[in-house]
């Protein structure tokens, strides 16, 4: 079954290009079926194309999916169309009159900051309070995780000394975990951080459970002991070349960023980068739906807070 978004949303076009089964309002309105409610947070600047990255990973389950765009009020998006927002998204205020079976949190480009300092904390904040009532399974990616490790958990986020950006080798800690059935005992991650969340830190938490780690990238995911939260600190969602043109966009600026690790063939930017993720990447977002929120959520939504 597909995920079910609007016609026009640019993402359709280049979903049904790459033969991801796309299902638009006019066809779902005819299913009599009780579709999985799943809300995106999009913090990212780039908006439509995260939009795209994450539907393509939800739109390859066999579970009909409902999807809500969600953006907060607080800030302004310099690199999304106005139009774009105001036609396929709902502010959190209006999105927070329902419940939802998942909800989707994204990474966002303000890791320089105190988490106090950036501009939607406290809206942040209201979402995260929001997701832990009426959500069933939450997950956060990238800064959202370090954000709700800190929130939740009092896990401060660390500055590294330069950035951590590529492809990396991770092993599970858990394999009786569900979030990693049918995983090969290694698997490859792209990465993209300034800060990051130390293992010895997530340790001292018992409500916590390390999920996977990598040698080079450090702490990889982490769950709830209830399985309503999980963390990801890296960007399995993530575009064959998405490093890349954050690897070109920072170049031109001047700012002499390192090469991505284990990203382009060689170690030289000239040559295409290779894709080594995309089937964990399909695997760990069709567990996520599977077996955290379509096995566990009730079939009345209004009862997820009694879940």
């Not at 947070?41 to 389950?61: D, F, Y």
């Not at 959500?135 to 800064?143: K, N």
Request: aromatic letters at 12%.
């Amino acid at each position: 079954m597909p995920i079910k978004i609007p016609s026009n949303l640019p993402a359709v076009r280049a979903l049904e290009e790459e033969n991801i089964f796309v299902m638009t309002d006019d066809r779902a309105s005819q299913q009599d079926i009780r579709p999985l409610e799943i809300a995106i947070v999009n913090l990212m600047p780039t908006k439509i194309a995260t939009e795209t990255q994450l539907l393509r990973l939800l739109g390859n389950s066999p579970l009909q999916v409902n999807i809500t765009l969600v953006r907060t009020a607080e800030h302004q998006s310099k690199n999304t169309p106005a139009a774009h927002l105001e036609r396929f998204y709902k502010t959190f205020a209006e999105a927070s009159q329902q419940h939802f079976d998942g909800m989707i949190v994204t990474g966002a480009p303000v890791e320089h900051l105190p988490f106090e300092a950036v501009d939607y904390w406290q809206e942040l904040l209201d979402i995260m309070t929001f997701a832990q009532n009426n959500v069933y399974s939450t997950l956060y990616i990238c800064w959202a995780a370090q954000a709700a490790l800190y929130h939740f958990y009092g896990i401060p986020k660390h500055d590294l000394a330069k950035k951590r950006s590529g492809i990396f080798e991770h092993s599970i800690q858990q394999p009786s975990c569900r979030l990693f059935r049918g995983f090969d005992d290694i698997f490859m991650a792209p990465h993209s951080r300034h800060t990051e969340i130390r293992s010895e830190d997530v340790a001292c938490v018992p409500e916590l459970t390390i999920l996977a780690e990598s040698p080079e990238a450090g702490l990889a995911v982490v769950e709830s002991f209830d399985h309503k939260q999980v963390f990801v600190t890296g960007h399995l969602e993530y575009d064959k070349e998405t490093l890349q043109l954050e690897y070109l966009r920072d170049y031109d600026k001047g700012l002499n960023p390192a090469v991505p690790a284990h990203y382009f063939p060689q170690n030289n930017p000239q040559n295409t980068p290779r894709m080594t993720w995309r089937a964990h990447a399909h695997l760990f977002y069709c567990n996520w739906l599977n077996y955290y929120v379509y096995q566990e959520t009730p079939f009345q939504l209004e009862n997820i807070h009694k879940a």
